[in-house]
Structures are given as C-alpha cells and as structure tokens.
C-alpha cells in the first residue's frame, strides 16, 4: 500500500491535482455513516482534487461527490472472498469505480 502511494506522489510530483491515500474509510452517505457501515479500499486515487487538504477519511459530501477513480486491494487468505466478491460489487454498484483492482502478494496475481 504504501508502495502505491508514494510511487504516485513520485510520478506526480509537483502536482496538486489529486489526491491518494490507503487504508482510510470512504465515507458515501449520511445514513452509511450514521450506521457505521464503514468501507474503504486497501488504496485509493482520485483525480482532479486540491491534494493540499489534509485528510484522515474521504466524505463524498466533502469532495462535490466525487468518488475514487482508482481503489486497490491487497490480498490476504483471510480477505480474498471479501475483496473479489463483496467489496468488488459494492464498489462497482454502489461507487460506479470501473478502475477497481485487486492485488495478492503471496500469489504475485494480478485482479481487474
């Protein structure tokens, strides 16, 4: 994850046109949010943002609706269906993500 992130800021360096982080909930609606359905991508990317604004979660109310166009996951064993079915769909329907992929480093396996 943290690969991802920097070899971004690396590529873009100079640019404040994006925004990238890992980990971090995505937060979608009021009512997900008051219900604590909490989800968020292993990493995320999304462009045409002000990257100076520092930020611990993604709160789609806060960003003019704007959802991640890149989210990765990174695969464990005790993941895998989560992240291939669930997450997969959810961010697909719910998200309208077409740039959702998901990585298994024990397998070196590649997902789109």
Same mark, same amino acid.
């Given at each position: @994850?943290?690969?991802?992130?920097?070899?971004?800021?690396?590529?873009?360096l100079g640019?404040?046109d994006?925004?990238?982080g890992?980990? @971090?909930?995505?937060?979608y609606?009021?009512e997900?949010?008051?219900n604590?359905d909490? &989800?968020?991508?292993?990493?995320?990317l999304?462009?045409?943002?002000d990257?100076?604004?520092?930020?611990?979660?993604?709160?789609?109310w806060?960003?003019?609706?704007?959802y991640?166009?890149? @989210?990765?996951?990174?695969?464990?064993?005790?993941?895998?269906k989560?992240?291939?079915?669930?997450?997969?769909?959810? +961010?697909?329907?719910?998200?309208?993500?077409?740039?959702y992929? &998901? +990585?298994?480093?024990d397998?070196?396996?590649l997902?789109?």
């Amino acid at each position: @994850m943290n690969l991802l992130i920097e070899s971004v800021h690396s590529r873009w360096l100079g640019r404040n046109d994006h925004f990238v982080g890992g980990n @971090m909930f995505i937060y979608y609606s009021v009512e997900q949010a008051r219900n604590r359905d909490y &989800c968020g991508p292993d990493f995320l990317l999304v462009k045409d943002v002000d990257a100076r604004r520092d930020r611990r979660y993604w709160a789609l109310w806060e960003e003019e609706g704007r959802y991640p166009d890149v @989210m990765v996951e990174l695969i464990s064993p005790s993941t895998r269906k989560l992240d291939l079915e669930t997450k997969k769909h959810h +961010y697909e329907r719910t998200f309208k993500t077409s740039e959702y992929f &998901c +990585y298994s480093p024990d397998e070196d396996r590649l997902w789109e």
